[in-house]
Structures are given as C-alpha cells and as structure tokens.
C-alpha cells in the first residue's frame, strides 16, 4: 500500500502512557497529501514527553504548546502564520484567560478560526490545557 500522507514523530501510547493499557499507533503530525497539516493535541510537555510541566502555570503550558505547535509546523515545511484552524480544550473555565494569552501572543495576526471547549479532564492529570491546529503548505 502507498502511503499517501507523510506521518512525523510517529509512537505508540505503550511508550508515552506507561501507566494504561494501550497499544496504539500515532503520530504528532500528518501532513495530507503535501498541503494540508494536521497537527495533534500539544500540551504543556516537550515533544518527546520528557520534560513534564504539572507545576506549570496554564499560561506556561499553552506557551508550551505552542513552541511545540510552532515546531513541528516548521519540521512539515509550514509556519504558524498558515494555521487555519484551532480547537483548544481547558479543564477550567478560570485558565481561559491565561490560556489565550499564551496562544494569542504566537498567533497574532495569524485570524485563524477558532474553537474553545471547556473538558472535565485531559488524558494526564497535570495537563490544564491542549490545542489542535490545522494548517497548509505554502506554496
């Protein structure tokens, strides 16, 4: 089978959720026949889930989050100014205020369309925040 979409930082969740009993392949970025760019959840933790950010303060982990975003962005042949789209999830409404700070500063001038979900938790307990982005390739 040809793969038509190239996939980047791919891993398995027996590596990065050690503590649950999952076996499923996945990647940080999928870049859809050259020009589109999806780019997976990004959290308050440094792309290889080393550095772990649970005394972060939500503004810290979305400005993480978008160093991450930024990225692997730039790892596809893209850029923060070709975001079309995010989806933010915050576990309490009370971080909303830091939380778009963090992204407004990386975004500015950027207009992407944007979606805010208040969630009862994410998939650690320590995460206050994740942000999805869809963006392009420049031409």
């Known amino acids: ?25 996945l990647c940080q970025l ?3 026949r050259g020009t589109l760019v999806f780019v997976r959840g990004q959290v308050g933790q440094d792309l290889d889930g080393f550095e772990s950010m ?8 979305a400005d993480r989050a978008m160093q991450n975003v930024q990225q692997l962005l730039e790892e ?4 923060l100014s070709q975001i079309c789209r995010i989806q933010v999830y915050i576990t309490d409404r ?9 992204i407004g500063k990386w975004l500015k001038g950027v207009y ?18 994740e942000i999805e982005a869809t963006a392009v390739i420049p031409d």
């Open 1 to 25: 089978m040809t793969e038509v979409h190239q996939r980047y930082r791919k891993f398995n969740t027996k590596e990065t959720y050690p503590n649950q009993k999952l076996d499923n392949d």
């Open 30 to 32: 999928v870049k859809a």
């Open 54 to 61: 649970e005394n972060a303060t939500p503004y810290e982990q």
């Open 76 to 79: 596809a042949g893209s850029d």
């Open 94 to 102: 009370a971080y909303r205020d830091d939380v778009y700070q963090a």
């Open 112 to 129: 992407p369309v944007s979606t805010g979900l208040i969630v009862n938790g994410l998939a650690r307990p320590e995460w206050v925040m």
